[in-house]
């Protein structure tokens, strides 16, 4: 269970990482 928390949370960094990038894309 820890090992996958620990997956989640480093694919939720990256994807939260794209959409900011995605979103100052869009918004810029």
Do not use: W
Not at 11 to 19: A, F
């Amino acid at each position: 269970m820890s090992y996958a928390s620990e997956q989640e949370t480093a694919d939720v960094r990256r994807h939260g990482r794209h959409r900011i990038m995605l979103a100052a894309t869009f918004f810029s």
